[in-house]
């Protein structure tokens, strides 16, 4: 586990922190890290946590982030992330809580809209339209995606 929020760090995040593939937690939130998130942290394949909120980082969110198997939590909210959100993404099952707000993304063709029901304080993402290979998975899935 690595729990580094709120402590000032800078820089860039290494790509080599990829290469910790017993990591179950990373927890930079709350830091001023620059650059973007490193694609390596596909091979973390442990890793359940990622929490990269409230930092400075740049770029797109690597699609490689889809290949981690265990990923229930994924907050990468308030940074400068732009462009689109990988699809690969929308089809990770065991997802509990996603956050991308405050961030400059897109959702890309047949998710450009999305609803946000709050419920005993859990979040729910409807797709109005979505195509049919997605409309199942979507319904339904408990996610803070604003």
């Known amino acids: ?19 910790l593939t017993s990591l179950v937690r990373l927890d930079l939130e709350t830091n001023m890290l620059t650059g973007g998130i490193p694609s390596s942290f596909g091979n973390l394949k ?24 265990n990923l229930i939590n994924l907050l990468l909210d308030s940074n400068d992330l732009r462009e689109r959100i990988p699809e690969q993404l929308f ?27 709050d419920n005993a304080n859990q979040a ?7 195509p049919p290979s997605h409309k199942q998975q979507a319904t339904g899935r408990k996610l803070i995606f604003l």
Not at 1 to 16: A, L, V
Not at 103 to 112: D, S, T
Not at 124 to 130: E, Q, R, T, V
């Open 91 to 117: 089809n990770v099952t065991k997802y509990k809580y996603v956050c991308f707000t405050r961030n400059k993304l897109n959702c890309g063709v047949g998710y450009q809209h999305l609803y946000l029901s």
């Open 1 to 19: 586990m690595s729990y580094n929020s709120g402590n000032r760090i800078t820089g860039e995040i290494r790509k080599e922190v990829g290469n």
């Open 124 to 130: 729910y993402i409807y797709f109005p339209n979505p």
């Open 46 to 69: 442990r890793l359940q946590f990622l929490t990269l909120s409230q930092n400075l980082l740049k770029g797109t969110i690597p699609e490689s982030l889809s290949s981690v198997p």
